[in-house]
């Protein structure tokens, strides 16, 4: 599974239609409302590179709204459980 992180900049009067409109294209899993200098945050995943490119550049970029897009893949996931049991190495009944 591939995984893109994509910043999305849109017209302020817009970003909750736009926030739902991205939310439902396919290859988008999730969409957040975001403080700071962008103003939404999707999460793309796809089973293949070329992929990629058709959900940002050819779905994402086109919804009414969209003014600019930032797009960021990841190399690796590292979850919570797996943070979780490096920092408690030899740490097992420390108080």
Do not use: W
Request: include cysteine; charge should be negative.
């Amino acid at each position: 599974m591939i995984t893109a992180i994509v910043l999305i900049d849109c017209a302020t009067d817009s970003i909750p239609e736009v926030a739902e409109t991205l939310a439902e294209l396919p290859g988008v899993s999730e969409v957040y409302s975001v403080a700071g200098n962008t103003d939404l945050i999707a999460i793309v995943r796809v089973r293949e590179f070329d992929q990629i490119a058709e959900v940002i550049a050819g779905r994402i970029s086109k919804v009414p709204g969209v003014t600019n897009t930032e797009s960021h893949i990841a190399f690796r996931a590292y979850s919570q459980h797996d943070l979780e049991q490096t920092f408690a190495i030899g740490l097992a009944g420390a108080d």
